[in-house]
């Protein structure tokens, strides 16, 4: 708990929970803190970068709060802690510590699941993994979201078109593109219907070759090692080697050297156990999960070539780890550091290279698993995107800019200060026209309630009407939930909450609300209606997913 | 819309950001250089420049819907308009934002951005063009600009257009309408000899501005075909005048269109009206009905704050009518005696109805006493879009090697030394002759007289605008730091309209910078805060100025009709003792100083021997008085000569007497012989004679020396080519032999009237340096003498052991003066004889 002056709720389990609100640990929820507002900046020992601010507001004593997000527990295999301390900046609060409990770890199906479980030996595997989808189902779900928008990222990021009005750019780590552009190639992101290129495919055209060359003659050293030779084989010694012979008994060499005739002296063997090996043998472990995780996401394309590919370098890399004397050397200690041979040896500095971009890749879907519920919300943000375009909606939004980064930032790569502009609706008799406003800009619109800030929703979609006789429509509020189970009692009991503050709302315009979660199974409903709020089961790939259009839709005309 | 794709071989372009709708135009060269022309509005909305937030490059908004940013809407936060800025900066508003030299800022929430008006227009040209055409190295893109831009704004938006690709041209606002104006008269046969050798007049009615020109139409040949081309004279200032009727005009009919659709229309929402929809465009296009009219009196502020509507358009001076009339009014006298070919009316407004409904064109024609002139209006007679063909055109006939406009160079002075003497000269042209437009014009012979000091790292050239008040600096980098003290030149080259000058240093010693080229960087200018007369009187000199002594006007009115009684005196041949008598009242009142003056020496008649007024009177008394010394004027003689000395005459029968009475009498001249000598002589040669004579005189005798000494130093202090005719040689015996006289007199204590004379003989004959530089070298031995003697001096000064007579001048900073100008890094005024 928080050793200082104030009381905070410690890790509430939804967004719009209030402080003092009931707690339990083994409740997934999406979690957060509640801080005085004058805290700056909130940062965890659990990751990089502080912690995302997704509220801010006054409470009716005019106190001002801030709400920061935590991320998930990492999954460890013995069983990891789910506490982490978190650090305040700034404010009268500054550099306290305190500890809070994270929602409980969940496994990365294609990277958690035992290394020695192989496909080819089907049986011992086919129970694992039903074990692990029994404990932890949606951990497969979740993975195809988190991987699929990562690589609709890459794509978006690495395609750059010019356009005389849709313009492109690359500036600094940031993409910038149009809306128009990162919708449609979103939707055809949708429509995969073969093995994505990722970047282990690309190691495994380039690295075979290099990677045995490696493997089979690494690079050695000569090390002295002291061991018993025979009399006439010694060639060096060294004074240890003089203290062992003048320790023994014997006035001459013959007669110390004893009936073996073996004396102490000094000779040099070559050994592989240097620093580029063990990075070396990292890259191998390293590439073999890789190939892992590509196999089990690609499995209904067991024919493609790319796949066939990967899977061949996986038998390579399971060789070498094996068979070859690389395999053997000690596990690499700490971070890698580039040395004199990593960086200008021409085989090893190929591998080099490969052995960052995995490790950078890999860092980041660790990161990006961590913070899987905002990526999960961004998700959403482009589906409530595409929402408007299935409306029909044009206009200016379509021209709006997307500053796509292209590394994550807890779990987001879309930086918010691009927000989009109106939508405009052709179905005028409903609504003429749509804000989309993300949770971070509510306080930038001028017709979000100021009482939902406090509620923090991800998303406010605001509708307007320039005919001021049409019938007005109700303000949605939408947050996203990434690991919900499909009855949970808890959840259920805070989506009640919910729709008890929204009805309790005193603003001109109603208010409703969402919650957007994926589908992990088919007999869910699709809508699970409460007074206030809805729980909108989506199906994966939400680019053909109707659920959300009709949601938005079922509200605006109900209401 | 001109169509992207792979730009054909010999397609150029015209852009021109001169009205809200951009205009692009292309032309075509064929082979046999005819030329053919397509022109399009380039935008649906006001073109405008988004402002970067995260360093993308500049984009400009041409097209329905527009990007968010700066579009006034409450949503989202990059859209919305308020006084922390905008996002979105409106082409049009550029050219003001150049004027006064101001950046358009925009703070967002926690961000601070800000954009250069040359960045944007840069940006439009370049969206302006195909996007293949950017990669073109040929210079195939030609801007329009305003005819009052001076190289600095060319050149920096020549160098935004090089960081956006874009290789392009610049081209004056009158010299495109011209040009444009031209073909058309040759395409429909009025090529005739009316329009040659007369004149052309340009109006661009833009809606912050109205812009006269008067440009001459000269008559050329070109391979054996007429041509009739525009000359553009350097810009009248009040040719650009900032009158803002149109922007008053379209805000008031904004004001009142918002109210009638929204009487609670916010300031953002007015923007987005303005600037990121048609309607400006609109409006403009219908000027030619009375859907929109020039007002007389613009009332915009019975709806909103007038200041807050002027936010709109950046413009906070509003003009009205009835300034526009009375500006062309003050034309009318100026242009009644030319004789004008036509007229040609560009702009936004060109074809904007009047208060009264008149054309515009008409009114103002009419108050410009041009009624006769038959106007060629854009948007009435030709297709909005002028100026951007007059630039394509431009651009193909510079492709086509044809001729295309004249032009003249700016004013562009520096400071070079001459004969030691620092002054402005002219790095251009220095008259209103023409050059070929689109063409380099080179400096026939380089410019000398300028040096390195030993040791320095760059050159550094003072540099005058005739547009700006102060004196600016530019520097040459050199590639090394040179070891001896270098004498270089100046290459000059210009191309009209396309920036700053290119100034190339090139050293007697090519050996100086390795063969490597050294040009002045005009990025390193800086401004110094001196005009061009401070800036000289502050350089260090190597030689004192001349100190004359001047003629005071009430001094001479009182000596006058002494010299008149006398003269007449003289005439009639009066008794001797009352010639005597009233020569000597001559003689003291024109000795006699005028007090006002102080620190600068004045009499009745200064040292040039000019009255103020009268001359005739001096005249008449000189002559008189010289006939009297050619005849036998026995005690007179001494009182003629004293009274006619100190008029300082420059009578030449006089002088000639002077010299060869002294030549004469040689060391045994009489005193009042070597007084007027002093006061008199200005001819070299008869100094280096009085030289002479004093060097003998002095050699020979110290006693009565410095009556000589006197008059020497007064030829030396007044007369600016007193040391032309004296050899380093004797300059260096005068400076031995005062310097002992001096040292004599120090060691006595004694500042008086010797001590000031050969110390001012010293310091004066340092002017020698302007006709022999190498004339007493400050590290040679007699310099170092002389100011180790200054330096003695100095101490005594300030130990009260030597005072100089009067005591009104700080000695000590006079002798350090001396000794400065003998090092010479001399600044500033002599007074030591004050």
Redesign the interface.
């Known amino acids: 708990m928080i050793t200082g002056s104030f009381a905070v709720a410690n890790s509430l389990h939804f967004p719009w929970m209030p402080l003092g609100s009931e707690q339990h640990s083994d409740v997934y929820g999406r979690r957060s803190v509640v801080v005085p507002g004058d805290i700056k900046e909130v940062i965890a020992n659990v990751c990089d970068d502080a912690l995302p601010e997704i509220g801010r507001w006054r409470d009716e004593d005019g106190k001002f709060w801030k709400r920061f997000e935590l991320p998930c527990a990492d999954w460890q295999a013995g069983g990891g802690s789910n506490v982490a301390e978190l650090t305040s900046v700034g404010g009268n609060l500054r550099d306290q510590r305190w500890q809070v409990r994270l929602a409980p770890a969940l496994p990365r199906p294609s990277v958690d699941i035992p290394s020695e479980l192989d496909e080819s030996s089907s049986d011992a595997f086919g129970t694992a993994l039903q074990n692990i989808e029994k404990h932890y189902g949606f951990g497969f779900v979740t993975e195809e979201i988190t991987d699929n928008h990562v690589e609709y990222i890459n794509d978006l990021y690495d395609h750059q078109w ?1 356009h ?2 849709y ?1 492109e ?1 690359n ?2 780590g ?1 993409a ?1 593109r149009s809306v128009k552009r990162s919708l449609s190639r979103w939707r055809r992101s949708g429509s995969r219907d073969e093995a994505r290129l990722a970047l282990i495919v690309k190691l495994a055209s380039k690295l075979p070759a290099v990677l045995q060359d490696v493997c089979q003659r690494p690079r050695v050293v000569l090390r002295r090692v002291r061991e018993m030779l025979s009399v006439g084989r010694v060639q060096e010694v060294d004074p240890s080697c003089l203290r062992w012979l003048a320790r023994q008994p014997g006035r001459s060499i013959v007669e110390k050297a004893g009936t073996r005739q073996q004396v102490l002296g000094i000779t040099r063997v070559e050994d592989a156990d240097t620093p580029e090996n063990r990075v070396v043998r990292d890259l191998l472990s390293r590439a073999a999960t890789e190939c892992r995780r590509y196999l089990s996401e690609n499995q209904r394309f067991t024919g493609h070539p790319r796949v066939l590919q990967v899977r061949s370098f996986r038998s390579l890399l399971q060789k070498m780890s094996t068979d070859s004397p690389v395999g053997r050397v000690s596990p690499l200690v700490g971070e890698a550091q580039a040395n004199y041979v990593l960086q200008h040896e021409p085989r090893y500095c190929q591998l080099w290279e490969a052995y960052l971009l995995l490790v950078h890749q890999q860092k980041q879907q660790e990161n990006i698993w961590r913070w899987r519920e905002r990526t999960w919300a961004e998700v959403c943000g482009i589906a409530l995107w595409d929402v408007m375009r299935r409306l029909n909606a ?8 997307v ?1 796509c980064r292209d590394e994550q930032v807890a779990g987001r790569f879309l930086d918010t ?6 939508w405009e609706l052709n179905e005028r008799e409903l609504v003429s026209s749509v ?1 989309i ?1 993300e949770g971070s ?1 509510l306080a ?3 017709l979000v309630p100021r009482e939902l800030r406090s509620l923090c929703p991800d998303f406010v979609v605001v509708p307007q009407q320039r005919n001021s006789s049409a019938r007005s429509r109700p303000i949605l509020a939408i947050w996203t939930l990434l690991q919900v189970a499909a009855h949970n009692e808890h959840f259920e009991k805070a989506a009640e909450k919910l729709s008890d503050s929204l009805d309790r709302l005193n603003a001109s315009t109603s208010v409703h609300g969402l919650i957007l979660t994926p589908r992990y199974d088919h007999s869910e409903m699709d809508i699970n209606q409460r007074k206030r709020v809805e729980i909108v089961r989506l199906q994966m790939p939400l680019a053909t997913d109707d659920a959300l259009t009709n949601a938005v839709l079922h509200k605006w005309r109900v209401s | 819309m001109i169509k992207s794709g792979q730009p054909r071989q010999n397609e150029v372009w015209g852009v021109s950001f001169d009205s809200p709708a951009a205009h692009v135009a292309s032309a075509t060269v064929r082979s046999d250089s005819s030329i053919s022309q397509h022109s399009a509005r380039l935008s649906h909305i006001p073109a405008a420049a988004l402002v970067p937030r995260i360093g993308e490059r500049v984009r400009v908004d041409l097209v329905i819907p527009p990007h968010p940013r700066g579009t006034g809407r409450s949503w989202p936060p990059e859209a919305v308009y308020d006084k922390e800025g905008c996002g979105r900066f409106p082409l049009m508003l550029a050219w003001p934002f150049v004027d006064n030299d101001e950046v358009w800022k925009w703070a967002f929430q926690d961000e601070n951005h800000q954009l250069t008006p040359y960045a944007a227009l840069a940006a439009g040209v370049r969206e302006a063009i195909p996007a293949s055409a950017e990669t073109d190295d040929n210079r195939n893109v030609t801007f329009v600009i305003p005819n009052h831009w001076h190289e600095l704004k060319q050149q920096n938006l020549l160098d935004a257009l090089h960081f956006e690709g874009v290789s392009a041209r610049l081209l004056w606002r009158p010299i495109a309408a011209a040009l444009a104006w031209c073909q058309r008269m040759s395409l429909q046969g009025n090529d005739d000899a009316r329009a040659r050798n007369n004149k052309l007049l340009v109006l661009y009615a833009g809606l912050e501005s109205f812009e006269l020109t008067l440009l001459d139409l000269v008559d050329r040949h070109h391979n054996g075909f007429p041509f009739i081309l525009p000359g553009r004279k350097r810009p009248a200032r009040n040719g650009h005048f900032v009158v803002g009727c149109g922007y008053s005009s379209v805000l008031q009919h904004l004001s009142r269109c918002s109210y009638e659709f929204n009487p609670v229309m916010g300031l953002g929402q007015l923007w987005e009206r303005m600037w990121a929809t048609p309607w400006l465009l609109n409006l403009l296009s219908a000027a030619t009905s009375e859907r929109f009219a020039i007002t007389s009196r613009p009332d915009i502020a019975n709806l909103r704050g007038e200041s807050e509507l002027q936010n709109l358009v950046a413009c906070r001076h509003s003009g009205n009518w009835s300034d526009l009339i009375r500006w062309c009014q003050q034309w009318s006298r100026q242009l009644k005696d030319e004789q004008i070919a036509g007229a040609v009316i560009v702009g936004p407004l060109a074809s904007a109805l009047g208060p009264e409904g008149e054309p515009l064109a008409d009114q103002l024609l009419g108050n410009m006493g041009c009624q006769h002139v038959v106007p060629f209006i854009e948007g009435r007679d030709a297709p909005y879009g002028l100026l951007a063909q007059g630039a394509a055109l431009y651009s193909a006939r510079l492709r086509a090697k044809l001729p295309t406009y004249l032009d003249t160079l700016p004013r562009l002075q520096t400071v070079i030394t001459r004969a030691g003497e620092p002054c402005w000269i002219d790095l251009l042209k220095d008259d209103q002759q023409f050059v070929e437009g689109g063409e380099i014009w080179r400096r026939p012979e380089n410019l000398d007289g300028l040096a390195l000091a030993k040791g320095s790292h760059d050159l550094k050239l003072a540099v005058s605008h005739e547009d700006f008040n102060n004196v600016r600096e530019v520097i040459a980098p050199l590639p090394r730091a040179v070891t001896e003290r270098e004498s270089v030149s100046i290459a000059v080259a210009i191309e009209p309209a396309q920036g700053n000058a290119r100034l190339e240093v090139f050293p007697n010693r090519p050996e100086v910078f390795d063969k490597r080229r050294v040009v002045f960087d005009w990025k390193r200018m800086t401004e110094l805060p001196l005009t061009r007369e401070q800036y000289v009187d502050g350089l260090p000199r190597i030689y004192p100025n001349v100190l004359p002594r001047l003629s005071s006007p009430s001094r001479w009115q009182l000596t006058k009709t002494l010299v008149s009684s006398c003269t007449r005196q003289l005439t009639t041949g009066a008794a001797t003792d009352n010639l005597i008598w009233s020569l000597q009242n001559v003689k003291q009142s024109l000795q006699q100083k005028d007090a006002s003056y102080y620190p600068q020496d004045a009499t009745a008649i200064g040292s040039e021997g000019q009255p103020i007024n009268d001359p005739q009177v001096l005249v008449h008394f000189v002559e008189q008085c010289l006939e009297y010394l050619r005849g036998d004027a026995g005690r007179l003689n001494q009182h003629l000569i004293r009274a006619v000395a100190y008029t300082s005459t420059s009578h030449e029968p006089l002088l000639e007497y002077l010299h060869s009475e002294l030549l004469h009498d040689g060391q045994s001249s009489g005193q009042d012989v070597v007084t007027a000598c002093g006061w008199c002589f200005r001819d070299p040669t008869h100094i280096a004679s009085f030289a002479r004579i004093l060097e003998s005189r002095i050699r020979a005798s110290h006693t009565n020396a410095q009556v000589w000494w006197k008059a020497f130093s007064e030829m030396l202090r007044y007369r600016t080519n007193a040391t032309r005719d004296i050899s380093n040689d004797q300059a260096e015996v005068f400076t031995s032999l005062a310097l002992r006289t001096f040292e004599f007199e120090r060691q006595r204590r004694s500042g008086k009237l010797l001590f000031r004379y050969v110390s001012l003989v010293i310091v004066y004959l340092l002017r020698r340096r302007a006709y022999e530089d190498a004339y007493l070298d400050p590290l040679c031995p007699l310099a170092e003498s002389v100011k180790n003697a200054f330096r003695q001096a100095q101490a005594d000064v300030k130990a009260g052991r030597l005072r100089l007579l009067g005591g009104a001048v700080n000695m000590a900073e006079q002798l350090q003066l001396m000794i400065d100008y003998i090092d010479r890094r001399g600044s500033g005024q002599l007074l030591l004889d004050v």
């Not at chain 1, 044009?394 to 800019?401: E, Q, V, W």
């Open positions: 010019s005389r009005h313009w750019e500036i600094d940031i910038l044009s206009g200016i939004a379509l021209r709006s800019d500053f200060k691009a927000a989009v502009a109106s804000d406003v800009l930038q619109h001028p």
